[in-house]
């Protein structure tokens, strides 16, 4: 009985200390929930400008088609290298200047030639600046026959004051050289005959371009001149309408007009330096954008510097072709020629002055 109270006692004893020991137990700390972060704000994306392409002051899609015209024939040195001239210019201006090239008298020669520059037709015409004597003087004088004895006169003098005071009184006439310092070679004389003195000019019939520096030049010498267009040379020697020619070697091989002589002569006269120019009117030339100018200008330039090297190295070889075709070759004493063109010479406008100029380039 005792024993079973005691048991009783000790039970109740247990759950009193089992609970007081759950009470004594820390109470969990409440979970703390974590705040999402804040998003990170991106950047502000700036809008994106446009740049402003400045206006380039002309039309940037035009196309300029120029017609270039020369009586000399296509296979000549200086042509070939206007030909490339015209590619460069095309490549550069990405097609926006079209040069076509019209050689062997083609069209817009001679006297349509100079009639297409003065009113400002879309043309470069290759020619001496001796055809505008008309309109500038002294143009006359720069391709006066024995003024020059190199190249590189020739060159060296297109770049003088003088020169450019001389292209300034041009433009005031409505005239614009483009280039004026291709030099296509010597003239000297192929005919039937040697031409050994000036007495040998007497009665010749002669063709010489449409030129009165020409005239000068072969009525000073006696001679009877016509003029003719280069392409009509061989039939006419065929025929005999003329018996002799004054031309550069780089003219006469293309084009063997030895052929149309019976005894043909390549008298060396050396008449004349061939001083040419490309000219177009000078509302045409400012009526193109600067920049294709700017082009057209260094372009043709370098194809007179190439073509007058090209042509003084070979005029040698050229001649030896026309010697070995069956041509007699003739070198007479220049005195006779020069003293009988020397009264006309002295009376072109200003020439002591630009005889005096040339000399003292050497």
Same mark, same amino acid.
């Given at each position: 009985?005792?024993?079973?109270?005691?048991?009783?006692?000790?039970?109740?004893?247990?759950?009193?200390?089992?609970?007081?020991?759950?009470?004594?137990?820390?109470?969990?700390?409440?979970?703390?929930?974590?705040?999402?972060?804040?998003?990170?704000?991106?950047?502000?994306?700036?809008?994106?400008?446009?740049?402003?392409?400045?206006?380039?002051?002309?039309?940037?899609?035009?196309?300029?088609?120029?017609?270039?015209?020369?009586?000399?024939?296509?296979?000549?040195?200086?042509?070939?290298?206007?030909?490339?001239?015209?590619?460069?210019?095309?490549?550069?201006?990405?097609?926006?200047?079209?040069?076509?090239?019209?050689?062997?008298?083609?069209?817009?020669?001679?006297?349509?030639?100079?009639?297409?520059?003065?009113?400002?037709?879309?043309?470069?015409?290759?020619?001496?600046?001796?055809?505008?004597?008309?309109?500038?003087?002294?143009?006359?004088?720069?391709?006066?026959?024995?003024?020059?004895?190199?190249?590189?006169?020739?060159?060296?003098?297109?770049?003088?004051?003088?020169?450019?005071?001389?292209?300034?009184?041009?433009?005031?006439?409505?005239?614009?050289?483009?280039?004026?310092?291709?030099?296509?070679?010597?003239?000297?004389?192929?005919?039937?005959?040697?031409?050994?003195?000036?007495?040998?000019? @007497? /009665?010749?019939?002669?063709?010489? !371009?449409?030129? $009165?520096?020409?005239? #000068?030049? +072969?009525?000073?010498? =006696?001679?009877? &001149?016509?003029?003719?267009?280069?392409?009509?040379?061989?039939?006419?020697?065929?025929?005999?309408?003329?018996?002799?020619?004054?031309?550069?070697?780089?003219?006469?091989?293309?084009?063997?007009?030895?052929?149309?002589?019976?005894?043909?002569?390549?008298?060396?006269?050396?008449?004349?330096?061939?001083?040419?120019?490309?000219?177009?009117?000078?509302?045409?030339?400012?009526?193109?954008?600067?920049?294709?100018?700017?082009?057209?200008?260094?372009?043709?330039?370098?194809?007179?510097?190439?073509?007058?090297?090209?042509?003084?190295?070979?005029?040698?070889?050229?001649?030896?072709?026309?010697?070995? @075709? /069956?041509?007699?070759?003739?070198? !007479?004493?220049? $005195?006779?020629?020069? #003293?009988? +063109?020397?009264?006309? =010479?002295?009376? &072109?406008?200003?020439?002591?002055?630009?005889?005096?100029?040339?000399?003292?380039?050497?």
């Amino acid at each position: 009985m005792k024993i079973k109270k005691f048991l009783c006692v000790f039970c109740a004893l247990a759950l009193l200390i089992t609970a007081f020991a759950g009470c004594s137990t820390p109470a969990a700390e409440p979970e703390v929930v974590a705040e999402p972060a804040a998003a990170t704000e991106a950047p502000a994306v700036e809008p994106e400008v446009e740049e402003e392409v400045a206006d380039p002051g002309y039309d940037t899609e035009k196309v300029y088609e120029i017609k270039l015209t020369s009586n000399d024939p296509i296979a000549a040195i200086w042509m070939q290298q206007i030909l490339a001239a015209t590619e460069r210019i095309s490549d550069r201006t990405n097609g926006k200047v079209d040069i076509q090239v019209y050689a062997s008298g083609e069209m817009l020669v001679g006297d349509e030639g100079i009639e297409a520059v003065m009113s400002n037709t879309a043309v470069f015409y290759f020619i001496a600046p001796s055809a505008f004597a008309d309109y500038v003087p002294v143009y006359k004088t720069i391709c006066a026959p024995y003024l020059w004895e190199s190249y590189m006169q020739v060159e060296k003098f297109m770049e003088t004051d003088m020169m450019a005071e001389m292209n300034q009184e041009a433009y005031a006439a409505g005239i614009h050289g483009v280039v004026t310092n291709f030099v296509v070679g010597c003239r000297n004389t192929l005919a039937d005959k040697a031409i050994n003195s000036v007495e040998d000019f @007497a /009665g010749l019939k002669i063709r010489v !371009p449409a030129n $009165t520096i020409y005239a #000068d030049l +072969f009525g000073a010498m =006696g001679a009877n &001149y016509m003029p003719l267009a280069f392409s009509e040379v061989f039939s006419a020697m065929q025929t005999g309408m003329i018996e002799a020619v004054e031309v550069t070697p780089g003219n006469a091989v293309p084009t063997k007009l030895w052929e149309a002589l019976k005894t043909p002569h390549y008298s060396m006269t050396k008449h004349l330096l061939n001083v040419v120019g490309l000219f177009t009117g000078e509302e045409f030339w400012q009526s193109l954008p600067e920049p294709y100018r700017v082009i057209i200008e260094e372009e043709l330039d370098a194809a007179a510097r190439a073509a007058n090297k090209e042509v003084s190295d070979q005029d040698a070889s050229l001649i030896q072709q026309m010697v070995d @075709a /069956g041509v007699v070759l003739v070198e !007479p004493d220049l $005195t006779s020629f020069q #003293d009988a +063109f020397a009264p006309v =010479g002295e009376s &072109y406008f200003r020439f002591n002055e630009v005889f005096a100029a040339v000399k003292a380039l050497d």
